[in-house]
């Protein structure tokens, strides 16, 4: 079945995935936090994605930014 899906389109999976809207930092804001300037988009991804599932308190984000970017090659 997999074999089906993937010949018709292979990014049917990527595309049912519901948009993850805006991230709560800003590029500059994460910058002056001191995270690498590569790592600073997946880091506003994994934000947005995180800030869409779940409201997240102001105050804990530059901690879970700097997480994010730890966790990151």
């Given at each position: 079945m997999a074999r089906f899906v993937w010949s018709l389109n292979p990014l049917a999976i990527f595309h049912m995935r519901?948009?993850?809207?805006?991230?709560?930092?800003s590029s500059s804001e994460l910058a002056c936090l001191g995270i690498p300037k590569h790592k600073i988009p997946r880091v506003e991804a994994e934000l947005a994605r995180l800030n869409s599932q779940a409201e997240l308190d102001r105050a804990?984000?530059?901690?879970?930014?700097?997480?994010?970017?730890?966790?990151?090659?």
């Open positions: 519901v948009p993850e809207g805006k991230s709560p930092l804990l984000l530059p901690d879970l930014a700097r997480q994010i970017a730890r966790q990151l090659l």
